[in-house]
């Protein structure tokens, strides 16, 4: 993980979601100030994208709930589509509920904030 402050419960998170919530490729969690959406300029909690075989994600700093939170949409959203083609036509709406990342962001908060004794972090 990089960027500052150090956050070692970010990290810990970040990694219990690494080996719960697989993704395809390594993620690489940074704080980014001033986080805006690179095509609208709009501020942003998080933003996750794939560069080559590496996936990142990038979180405005802010209180270590927020950033968790943020987090664990942004890891939603590389488990699933539109990152992986072959999904993409099933998930066409990333943030519906009822599609796989739907799925997938409600059984990763559901770990880390309903039953947070599964993760201890």
Not at 54 to 83: N, Q
Request: charge should be positive; glycine fraction near 6%; proline fraction near 8%.
């Amino acid at each position: 993980m990089r960027g500052k402050p150090n956050l070692p419960r970010l990290a810990k998170a970040a990694a219990w979601l690494a080996e719960h919530y697989p993704t395809p490729y390594p993620v690489t969690v940074s704080l980014v100030k001033g986080l805006r959406d690179h095509h609208t300029g709009e501020p942003l909690w998080g933003s996750a994208y794939c560069k080559g075989k590496r996936m990142f994600i990038e979180l405005k700093p802010g209180s270590f709930a927020t950033m968790v939170e943020t987090l664990a949409h942004e890891w939603a959203h590389l488990v699933h589509a539109p990152y992986h083609r072959q999904e993409r036509r099933r998930d066409l709406r990333e943030h519906d509920p009822l599609t796989g990342w739907g799925n997938t962001y409600a059984s990763i908060y559901s770990d880390l904030f309903d039953h947070p004794e599964r993760c201890k972090i």
